[in-house]
């Protein structure tokens, strides 16, 4: 069958290849320690439910204004204020239905066909498909793991052509969960401003910051870097809610407003009932994001240490998120071949990291209880000793 081009050159996902296979192998009885989830294995908290439920008993159950309502736009002005230090008006932010809709939204406002997005490798898989939706040309920057997987302005500088449009960043990172420091944002933008690109700036994992580190938003930097660049973020892991679907970009009106336009076109506002939850959610005491802080803290502590004890693995120590992205090349094998033995030989589910741009790595997610970690880890030992 005829398909329209620009569909027919997306690539399917090989997260959800793997992932659908532990799926299968778990519904057939086998037993099989998961790594691989991409979401916070918390409940979404009450007080979000009851707003929801609260939402839904009160007949809220209508269309909404495409860019979101206005007591949720307003509550995400006072986040970005009050998280960020960003100043931006309720006409400056679009509600949409998860994050990745507010990033792909943003490539397709930005980004004409044959435009370079640049994207730094490891990346998070949705980005250079979102560029192939756009007809644009994704191109890739290697990072190298010595620097933490964090692009520098160096590098930025030599990917840049006349084509170059947007740059995507994502801190912390999935899938290395590194973190860009302020001084390394304000080198980067730097080289952003001199060359008239734009940045899509993904904080999705913001809250999700551990060792006292604090996140810093390339925005925050000065109203020159601000105007060039959107804030992208969501209530997907803050908050526990990925199947909500909330997410939404910050940035200068021209842009918000013609991405409101074609969200107008395609999909309008996000869902009524998950916009009053979103409220609820961005008032949540801070102390119920500190407790699943420190649990996920825990867990990194134990999985790093692991791992760094096995023989042909290295892993560098995440500063957020909930993943590990260990370097297995020690292993004698592609990350693709290694996940897929640890499926059948060890019943481990890890996602390769060939997927996210680099084929020496795996990514572990660890959204998962202290106990499957710890088992899944012995089987990966196990498996690496009869090797
Ligand atoms: C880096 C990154 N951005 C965006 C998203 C999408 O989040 P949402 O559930 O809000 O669409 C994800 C989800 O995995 C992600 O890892």
């Known amino acids: 069958m005829k398909l329209a081009s620009r569909v027919a050159s997306l690539q399917p996902s090989i997260t959800l290849s793997i992932t659908s296979k532990a799926k299968a192998l778990k519904q057939q009885g086998v037993d099989i320690v998961s790594f691989g989830a991409g979401e916070p294995d918390f409940d979404t908290p009450d007080v979000i439910k009851e707003a929801a439920k609260k939402a839904l008993d009160a007949g809220f159950t209508k269309y909404t204004p495409t860019a979101g309502i206005p007591e949720l736009k307003k509550g995400i002005v006072e986040k970005l204020k009050k998280d960020n230090g960003l100043d931006y008006k309720e006409t400056e932010i679009l509600v949409s239905s998860g994050a990745k809709h507010s990033c792909a939204n943003i490539v397709l406002t930005l980004c004409d066909r044959g435009d370079d997005l640049l994207i730094p490798a490891p990346y998070w898989v949705s980005y250079p498909e979102m560029a192939r939706l756009a007809e644009a040309n994704p191109v890739i920057i290697p990072t190298v793991e010595e620097n933490n997987f964090l692009l520098t302005a160096a590098e930025l500088e030599k990917s840049i052509t006349p084509k170059s449009r947007l740059l995507i960043l994502n801190s912390p990172s999935n899938p290395t969960g590194m973190m860009y420091d302020k001084k390394s944002l304000e080198e980067i933008a730097q080289v952003v401003l001199k060359h008239d690109l734009y940045v899509m700036?993904?904080?999705?994992?913001?809250?999700?910051v551990f060792d006292g580190k604090e996140h810093v938003s390339i925005a925050s930097l000065g109203n020159e870097?601000?105007?060039?660049?959107?804030?992208?973020?969501?209530?997907?892991?803050?908050?526990?809610?990925?199947g909500w679907r909330l997410g939404y970009a910050a940035g200068p009106e021209a842009i918000i407003k013609a991405a409101n336009r074609m969200q107008d076109h395609t999909t309008s506002g996000a869902n009524s009932i998950t916009q009053k939850a979103g409220v609820e959610a961005l008032a949540l005491n801070e102390q119920v994001m500190d407790d699943m802080r420190k649990t996920f803290q825990k867990r990194r502590d134990l999985i790093v240490k692991r791992l760094n004890e096995m023989p042909g693995v290295s892993c560098l120590n995440p500063e957020g998120a909930f993943y590990v992205f260990p370097n297995i090349s020690g292993l004698g094998m592609d990350s693709l071949t290694l996940a897929d033995k640890l499926l059948d030989e060890a019943q481990v589910a890890v996602v390769p990291g060939v997927a996210f741009g680099s084929d020496a790595n795996i990514r572990m997610s660890y959204a998962t209880s202290e106990e499957n970690i710890t088992e899944g880890l012995n089987r990966l030992e196990q498996f690496i000793n009869k090797k």
């Open 225 to 242: 870097i601000k105007e060039r660049t959107i804030v992208v973020n969501g209530f997907s892991k803050s908050y526990s809610m990925t």
């Open 201 to 208: 700036s993904d904080e999705i994992y913001e809250k999700i």
